[in-house]
């Protein structure tokens, strides 16, 4: 009798170990829910660039600006430009005043759209797969693969959280950072002639990009 | 960046000894000048075996510790470039030279040849042909995967030679990858020094190879003596010349106007090439690429593929 009380106990408790374990696991998946979550919120972005790409009635010749169009909607909404020229700039960006921190967030996301744009033509029903997650505080990474007839390319999306939103601010893809590389590139030519030579030269291959060098 | 490898796989004998006897002047000039003692970078100069799951982990943990908030952002104290982590380029005007070099090379000749050559020939073809070329340099893969300790990584190299080379027809087709889920393990030489936790050395821009370092062109000419091409070569030189520059060509027609998005895109188009370089041979070396810091050793990427890869989502990659 005792035994057998013994054993309804513990049965008890672990049944109730098991409600506290599922309540707890309920919370936390509240918690992280919608756009709280940067998985959702890249996910949610790459799945409306597929299926810009895949429609057909956009993938026309006629439509090809059109269709280019769309797809830099999305990424203005996923990505924080601002955020990206920051870290680009560090060590330089607080020297500007906010009129020059401005004009240069306007150049450099020109520059980064234009560097990927063209790759959408080339779509040809590759696939995106998710492979982790990685969130602390205010920061997360995002492991992706490109998956291209049978081969994979790495991508790994950085985050910060504003406010309530996740926003992509570096891409690295087969581990180069954009903006890691950017920062290389941009740095050479302000060690040599400065930063407004560096604005200058922007401008410049913004506008007739076939003449400078 | 993965032209690299298609460099490194196209590499031919001659080449080879001139890039060897150019490496020996240059180690014995520059040794002297530059400290060799920050060439191997503490990190990967832990070990000098081919390292542990607990090594691969403290390694593969860049973006982790980004996470954490314990790293200057992006896995790298930001300073002014060329000062602390990064590649030293004690060479670089010689360098820039070469650079225009390879640029005039790819505008004046590779590309107009590119351009018609992959006009006459669908991309299935030279989709074969590719395979061809990089199933004969399976021999590189199976011996650095060795050196690296990734016995698995030589097991799948050693089938995908076996069976690509016999059902596949010579390699022209790739039947481990596409019917048995092989995929190519690519290791260099390069990358197994890096492993052994040799430095990069310095930055080295060759003329018509194009990006590499001190290390990497080591790894290159050892390398070749696994090549059966380089063998081809010491027979008949004219004949593997065109063979190399066929193979460059055929690499070049996945790619064909990356390098000018590339280009115009960037502000110092060298600089971001040396950079481009540094970062995927680090993540080459660590396997780091999309592997989270738990995965170990998982997603390495093959070798013929990488290049279209790349320039498939890549920032950059300059071609040639």
């Given at each position: ?20 374990f599922l309540l707890v696991a309920g919370q936390w998946q509240i918690g992280r829910s919608a756009d709280d979550n940067p998985l959702a919120a890249v996910k949610a972005s790459v799945q409306e660039i597929l299926r810009i790409l ?15 169009k769309q797809v830099v909607a999305v990424v203005d909404n996923a990505f924080d430009f601002r955020e990206m020229a920051q870290h680009t700039m560090a060590?330089?960006w607080e020297?500007?005043?906010p009129?020059?921190q401005d004009?240069f967030v306007e150049?450099f996301s020109q520059?980064v759209k234009?560097?990927y ?11 995106v797969v998710f492979t982790k997650e990685r969130v602390q505080g205010d920061k997360a990474l995002i492991y992706s693969t490109l ?8 991508i790994i999306y950085r985050l910060f959280k504003k406010g309530d939103t996740w926003l992509v601010f570096d891409l690295k893809i087969?581990?180069?950072s954009l903006v890691a590389?950017y ?31 | ?62 973006d982790e510790r980004w996470l954490a908030g314990k790293e200057g952002d992006f896995g ?216 989270a810091p ?27």
């Amino acid at each position: 009798m005792g035994r057998r009380l013994a054993g309804e106990r513990r049965k008890f408790v672990s049944l109730a170990m098991c409600m506290v374990f599922l309540l707890v696991a309920g919370q936390w998946q509240i918690g992280r829910s919608a756009d709280d979550n940067p998985l959702a919120a890249v996910k949610a972005s790459v799945q409306e660039i597929l299926r810009i790409l895949k429609d057909p009635e956009l993938g026309v010749p006629a439509r090809k600006e059109e269709r280019q169009k769309q797809v830099v909607a999305v990424v203005d909404n996923a990505f924080d430009f601002r955020e990206m020229a920051q870290h680009t700039m560090a060590g330089h960006w607080e020297k500007q005043t906010p009129a020059e921190q401005d004009r240069f967030v306007e150049l450099f996301s020109q520059l980064v759209k234009n560097r990927y744009i063209d790759k959408i033509d080339n779509y040809t029903g590759q696939e995106v797969v998710f492979t982790k997650e990685r969130v602390q505080g205010d920061k997360a990474l995002i492991y992706s693969t490109l998956v291209d007839k049978g081969t994979d390319i790495p991508i790994i999306y950085r985050l910060f959280k504003k406010g309530d939103t996740w926003l992509v601010f570096d891409l690295k893809i087969e581990n180069v950072s954009l903006v890691a590389n950017y920062r290389e590139d941009f740095f050479s030519i302000i060690k040599k002639d400065g930063y407004n030579a560096l604005v200058k030269r922007m401008e410049e291959k913004l506008q007739s990009p076939d003449k400078v060098n | 960046m993965n032209m690299i490898l298609y460099r490194r796989r196209g590499m031919r004998y001659s080449t080879a000894c001139l890039l060897g006897l150019v490496f020996f002047v240059l180690f014995v000039g520059v040794s002297g000048a530059t400290e060799v003692g920050s060439v191997v970078d503490a990190a990967t100069a832990a070990t000098l075996s081919a390292p542990s799951p607990a090594d691969a982990d403290a390694l593969a943990s860049e973006d982790e510790r980004w996470l954490a908030g314990k790293e200057g952002d992006f896995g790298r104290p930001v300073t002014v470039p060329g000062e602390g982590d990064g590649i030293a380029d004690p060479l670089e005007p010689l360098n820039r030279v070469f650079f225009q070099f390879n640029d005039k090379l790819y505008f004046w000749l590779l590309k107009p040849v590119t351009t018609v050559y992959s006009h006459a020939l669908p991309d299935d073809v030279r989709l074969c042909i590719r395979n061809f070329f990089d199933n004969l340099s399976a021999p590189v893969r199976i011996v650095n995967t060795l050196l690296q300790g990734k016995v698995r990584g030589s097991g799948i190299e050693l089938a995908r030679f076996v069976i690509n080379s016999t059902v596949g027809c010579a390699g022209f087709g790739d039947p481990a990858g596409v019917e048995f889920g092989l995929q190519p393990v690519d290791e260099d030489l390069g990358q197994t020094l890096g492993v052994y936790g040799i430095g990069n050395g310095i930055y080295l821009y060759w003329p018509i190879v194009g990006a590499s370092s001190l290390r990497d062109t080591v790894g290159l000419v050892g390398d070749s003596f696994l090549e059966p091409m380089s063998y081809m070569m010491s027979q008949n030189t004219g004949d593997s010349l065109v063979v190399y520059g066929g193979r460059r060509v055929n690499a070049l027609s996945f790619r064909l106007g990356d390098y000018e998005v590339f280009k115009e895109t960037a502000m110092d188009p060298y600089s971001a090439m040396r950079d481009i370089y540094y970062q995927y041979r680090q993540g080459r070396i660590r396997d780091l690429a999309g592997t989270a810091p738990d995965n170990g050793e998982m997603a390495l990427d093959d070798d013929g593929d990488s290049a279209r890869r790349q320039m498939a989502a890549s920032p950059a990659a300059p071609v040639r």
